[in-house]
C-alpha cells in the first residue's frame, strides 16, 4: 500500500509540471499587451505607465525558458495576476469564490453518493420489483432534465410560490452581518462561520439558500449513480461465486453486502470520485441559476470578458483539484480492493 500511496504522489508534481507548460503554451497564442495581465497585481500598474516598460520587466520580451521560469515562480508564490472581471487579484478572487464552491459541495455530497449508492443496490437486490420500476422511473425522469430547466423549477415552486429556497447566498440583513467588523470569516464557507460565531441566524439562513441548489444537483446527479449502482449490482448478482455462495446457504445480507457490494463498487467509485472533482470545480449553470459567486460563475464570467489571468487562474487551479481528486480516488481504489496495487 505504502508504495502503491508513494508511486502516486511522486505523480503529483510531475503531472502539474505538465499542466503548467500546456498552460504556458496557450498563453503564448496572447500578444504580450494580452498577457500583462496575468503579471501585474494591480491594475494601476496598466495606468500611465509605458507598456513596453512593462513587458521589458516582466521579461515577456525574453526566450521562453525564461518566460516559463519566470511565469511559474509567480504561480508557485500564489500571484496570478490582476483579474478584471472580478476586480482583484487572480488569488484573492479563488480564495473568495471556492469556499462558497466547497460548501456547496459539502452539503451535496452525502445526500447525492450515499444516496445514490444506497438506492442503486437497493433496486438491484429488489430486481422487478414495484419499488424497482418507480424508482428507474424517477431516474430516467432526473437523468433527462437539463439542469438549467430542474433548477428553474425549483426556483418556481420552492421560492416564487412557497418562498421556501431563495437564491443567492444570504439574506439582506444576514449579508450586514456578515460584512460588519465584529464577525469573523474564519474560514469563508457561510455555514461553518455562523458556527463559529454562534450565529444560529445565520448558520439557518445560509442553509436555507443552499437548499434549492442543493436539491436540484441531488435529484439530477444522483440519478446517474442509481444508475451505475444498480447497473454494476445486478451484473455481478448474475456471476457464478454469488449463486454458489447461495447454494452454500449463506444470509442473504452476507451474500450482498460481502460477495455483491465488493466488487460492483469499483466502478461506482470511479463515478463518484468524478462526481466530487466536478462539484469541487464549481457547477457553471447551478450557481449561475441560484446566483452562488463560486469558482464555477466566477471563470465563465472571466471567460465571458475575455479575462485572461481569471481563465488561466482557474484552469490551474481546476487543474490541481483534478489530480489530487484522481489521487484520492486511486488510494481509494487501493483500499477498497488491494489487488489493484499489483497493477
Not at 60 to 85: A, C, F, H, I, N
Not at 176 to 183: G, I, L
Not at 261 to 276: C, E, F, P, Q
Not at 320 to 326: K, P
Amino acid at each position: 500500500m505504502f508504495t502503491y500511496v508513494l508511486r502516486r504522489l511522486i505523480m503529483i508534481p510531475v503531472t502539474l509540471l505538465g499542466v503548467t507548460l500546456l498552460v504556458f503554451a496557450m498563453m503564448q497564442l496572447l500578444d504580450p499587451y494580452q498577457l500583462l495581465s496575468a503579471y501585474v497585481s494591480s491594475p494601476a500598474e496598466l495606468k500611465g505607465q509605458n507598456i513596453e516598460r512593462l513587458i521589458t520587466k516582466y521579461g515577456l520580451d525574453q526566450p521562453l525558458p525564461v518566460k516559463y521560469t519566470r511565469w511559474l515562480g509567480q504561480v508557485v508564490k500564489g500571484d496570478l495576476g490582476w483579474s478584471e472581471s472580478a476586480s482583484m487579484p487572480v488569488g484573492k478572487a479563488i480564495r473568495t469564490k471556492f469556499p462558497l464552491t466547497f460548501e456547496l459541495a459539502l452539503y451535496a455530497f452525502f445526500p447525492i453518493i450515499l444516496g445514490g449508492i444506497w438506492l442503486g443496490k437497493l433496486t438491484a437486490v429488489r430486481h422487478n420489483s414495484a419499488f424497482d420500476h418507480s424508482t428507474r422511473m424517477v431516474v430516467i425522469v432526473g437523468w433527462s432534465f437539463p439542469d438549467f430547466v430542474f433548477g428553474l423549477l425549483v426556483i418556481l415552486i420552492f421560492y416564487s410560490w412557497l418562498g421556501w429556497f431563495p437564491p443567492g447566498v444570504l439574506s439582506n440583513w444576514a449579508s450586514r452581518v456578515v460584512e460588519s467588523a465584529d464577525y469573523v470569516r474564519y474560514t469563508g464557507v457561510l455555514t461553518i462561520d455562523a458556527l463559529l460565531n454562534g450565529r444560529l441566524d445565520i448558520f439557518w439562513d445560509a442553509l436555507r439558500h443552499l437548499l434549492g441548489p442543493v436539491t436540484t444537483m441531488t435529484y439530477l446527479w444522483s440519478a446517474f449513480l442509481i444508475r451505475i449502482t444498480r447497473s454494476g449490482m445486478l451484473d455481478v448478482l448474475h456471476k457464478d461465486y454469488i449463486r454458489t455462495a447461495r447454494a452454500k446457504g449463506l444470509p442473504e445480507k452476507m451474500v450482498i453486502h460481502k460477495h455483491a457490494s465488493k466488487n460492483a463498487m469499483i466502478a461506482v467509485l470511479t463515478v463518484a470520485g468524478r462526481l466530487v472533482i466536478y462539484l469541487l470545480t464549481g457547477t457553471v449553470i447551478i450557481e449561475t441559476i441560484f446566483n452562488r459567486p463560486g469558482m464555477g460563475k466566477f471563470v465563465a464570467f472571466a471567460a465571458q470578458q475575455l479575462d485572461y489571468s481569471g481563465i488561466l487562474g482557474g484552469t490551474l487551479f481546476f487543474s490541481l483539484v483534478l489530480v489530487v481528486g484522481n489521487l484520492i480516488v486511486d488510494v481509494l481504489y487501493a483500499v477498497y480492493d488491494p489487488r489493484i496495487q499489483l497493477g
